[in-house]
């Protein structure tokens, strides 16, 4: 896939092919996480014990916004696989700007579940992938650091859902656009989901669990992540929040024809 070749971004066996590299990706950034505890000190506002100078929110948000605002200064967010926690931070580029030909639609980037995404990484991920919950004041900086990873890969991977919707809309203008039309939001859904790939994405994610969660050479030994828990994040949370952007990107599609 190649953003400044439109044909390939919007083909939807390069999408899918995308989207498994995508989990090799969030696997080893979960395996890296699985390493500290769950430190909820990190995600606390305000917390007395960690003070931020002229900043209303956690540690892992403050982290978080400087990165975005010197990433963005490296050109991040022109990329369309990108997305912001903090758009309002984002930066002018010091690098040239690179035009990419418009592949979705210009709303695309108000689509953005940046917010949800971080809510449920904190509240549902972290506690199943953590090694045990408790805190580790020496490995907040690193825990801050493994989480901004684990953060933008899931949103990177959430936020395809905007070129899966583009294809299948280029696919099938007549459908999409009744019921866009009618604003037919469970057509929509039953239209998008192809339940055998979500089967075939549950049987891949159990054996690369196996694979890589474990040290080979000693397979009783500590598992860093498990096939059910990959399975689950997997199944109730990352595939429901790609729907959701798929579905609030088409319900707005009309409006670019
Ligand atoms: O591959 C697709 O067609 C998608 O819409 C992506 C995805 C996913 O999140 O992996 C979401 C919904 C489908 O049921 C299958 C898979």
Known sequence: MDFLKPGTVLDLG???DELVRMEDTIIFKFIERSHFPTCPTVYK???PNLQLPDFHGSFLDWALMQSEMTHSQLRRFESPDQTPFFPSKILKPILPSIQYPRVLASYSPEINLNQEIKDV???QITPLISRFDGESWENFGSVATIDIECLQSLSRRIHFGKFVAEAKFQADRALYSKMILEQD???LYQ?????AVEEKIM???CVKAEVYGVDPTNKEGYRKITPAYLVKIYKELVIPL???VEIDYLLRRLECE
């Not at 239209?191 to 339940?195: A, D, K, L, R, V």
């Open 242 to 244: 790609t729907k959701k």
């Open 121 to 123: 990484y904190i509240n």
């Open 185 to 187: 939001i469970d057509g």
């Open 191 to 195: 239209s998008i989901t192809n339940s």
């Open 203 to 205: 049987e891949r994610l």
């Open 45 to 47: 506002e305000n917390d």
């Open 14 to 16: 390069n999408i899918r």
